[in-house]
C-alpha cells in the first residue's frame, strides 16, 4: 500500500489547487467547475456514470480481446516467412499512420451505426502494439538456441511452440498493455461517430449530449469516468501480465 501514497498524495494536492484556482481567480463554471460540483455529479448521477462506463468497457475489452487475436495470427504469419512479412507489415503501419478519424466513418458505413461498427474501430486502433510487439518476439530468438533445434532436426511446429512463444510472451504483455488503453479510446471515438442515435450511451454519448446541455460538470464526471476506465483495464492488463511472466518463469527481455 506505501507505494500508493505519493500518487494519493498528489491526486489530494491536484484537487486543492484546483480547487484554489477557482476561488482565488473567481473562474465561472462554464470554463472550470470546481471539485465540489464535479463529485455532487458523481454521487447524484452514480448510476447513469456506470452504466455508461460499463457500456464502453464492453466495447473496449471486445475489441481489445480482437486484436489480441488478429494481431497474434499476423504475428505468427509474418514470423514464418520472410515474404508475409513483408506483405502484411506496410499495411499494419498503414492502419496506425492513418487517423482513426479518417476510417472510422468508412467503418459506420460498411457495417452500420452500431456495436459492430464500435468495436471493429477499437480493435483497429489496439491493433498496431500487438503485431510489433508479438512479431518482434516471436523473431529475437538467439542464433545459438536456433542451430540447436535445426541440428535436433526440430520442426517448424516445435520451434514455434518450444522457442518462439516463451520468447515472445514478454513482448506480448508489453503489446496488451499498450493495446489496453488504445482500445478504450477507439470504443470511445466509435461512440462518437454514432452521434446520439441512443443505440450505444455509452460514455461519448453523455459527453456529447452534456457537451450540447452545457452541463460541465456532468462532462468533467464523464470524462474522468473515461480516464478511470482506461486506467482500470490498463491495471487488470498489467497485472495478469505479469503474473503470466512470474508464473511462467519467461525471460523478460524489455522493461
Known amino acids: 500500500m506505501k507505494k500508493y501514497v505519493p500518487s494519493v498524495i498528489l491526486f489530494i494536492t491536484f484537487l486543492l489547487i484546483w480547487d ?10 462554464f470554463i472550470l467547475p470546481s471539485p465540489k460540483a464535479v463529485f455532487e455529479i458523481f454521487a447524484d448521477q452514480h448510476q447513469e456514470l456506470l452504466d ?10 471486445a475489441g481489445f480481446v480482437l486484436s489480441i487475436l488478429i494481431g ?7 514470423s514464418q516467412s520472410k515474404i508475409i512479412e513483408l506483405s502484411i507489415y506496410p499495411y499494419a503501419i498503414f492502419l496506425q ?22 468495436i471493429l474501430i477499437s480493435m483497429i486502433i489496439s491493433l498496431f502494439p500487438i503485431v510489433t510487439n508479438v512479431s518482434t518476439g516471436l523473431r529475437s530468438i538467439e542464433k545459438d538456441v536456433m542451430e540447436m533445434m535445426w541440428l535436433y532436426k526440430a520442426s517448424r511446429w516445435q520451434i514455434l511452440w518450444k522457442v518462439r512463444f516463451p520468447s515472445a510472451v514478454p513482448n506480448f504483455v508489453i503489446g496488451a ?12 471515438v466509435g461512440e462518437y461517430f454514432t452521434g446520439l442515435s441512443g443505440e450505444s450511451r455509452g460514455l461519448a454519448f453523455l459527453i456529447q449530449s452534456n457537451q450540447q446541455n452545457a452541463n460541465y460538470p456532468f462532462l468533467f464526471a464523464t470524462s474522468i469516468s473515461a480516464a478511470l476506465l482506461g486506467f482500470i483495464i490498463f ?14 518463469h519467461f525471460e523478460r527481455k524489455v522493461s
Do not use: C
Not at 499512420?97 to 461498427?117: C, E, M, Q
Not at 498493455?177 to 470511445?188: D, E
Not at 491495471?235 to 511462467?248: M, P, Q
Open 177 to 188: 498493455k499498450t493495446s489496453a488503453g488504445l482500445a478504450v479510446v477507439g470504443a470511445i
Open 52 to 61: 455508461a462506463t460499463l457500456q464502453s468497457a464492453l466495447i473496449a475489452v
Open 72 to 78: 497474434t495470427i499476423i504475428s505468427l504469419l509474418m
Open 235 to 248: 491495471s487488470v492488463v498489467s497485472t495478469l501480465g505479469e503474473w503470466i511472466i512470474k508464473k511462467g
Open 97 to 118: 499512420a492513418v487517423p482513426i478519424v479518417a476510417i472510422a466513418p468508412v467503418f459506420i458505413l460498411w457495417f452500420g451505426a452500431g456495436t459492430k461498427s464500435m
Open 20 to 29: 484554489l484556482a477557482i476561488r482565488s481567480f473567481n473562474i465561472s463554471p
